[in-house]
Nanobody, 123 residues
Framework: QVQLVESGGGLVQAGGSLRLSCAASGRTFSSYAMGWFRQAPGKEREFVAAIDWSGSSTFYADSVKGRFTISRDNAKNTAYLQMNSLKPEDTAVYYC????????????????WGQGTQVTVSS
């Protein structure tokens, strides 16, 4: 069992930065691939970024590539999403998620989810 808690969301102007954190409880955090997803009002949940268990492989949606960076610190049981050059279209609730074995961009394949943190980017 893994419990996930996101933090770090907020209101920021376009062009600004935020860093989201996802704190995990449980003894086996390092055996899980981690993903970040987001959901804007009236839209489906979409993939943002994912990282494998070791942190050596990362994957990004085209819409955030070059602006967002996913990372993890297994010693702290925490995953991060550094978001730079934010745009109004990045406004959404951001969720972290965990799944065993390989990374995936499909939200239905993730076993555990956090409660989400709101990110609002003003123009």
């Amino acid at each position: 069992q893994v419990q996930l808690v996101e933090s770090g969301g907020g209101l920021v102007q376009a062009g600004g930065s935020l860093r989201l954190s996802c704190a995990a409880s449980g003894r086996t955090f390092s055996s899980y691939a981690m993903g970040w997803f987001r959901q804007a009002p009236g839209k489906e949940r979409e993939f943002v970024a994912a990282i494998d268990w070791s942190g050596s492989s990362t994957f990004y949606a085209d819409s955030v590539k070059g602006r967002f960076t996913i990372s993890r610190d297994n010693a702290k049981n925490t995953a991060y999403l550094q978001m730079n050059s934010l745009k109004p279209e990045d406004t959404a609730v951001y969720y972290c998620a965990a799944r065993k074995l390989r990374v995936s961009d499909y939200p239905g394949s993730y076993e555990y989810w956090g409660q989400g943190t709101q990110v609002t980017v003003s123009s």
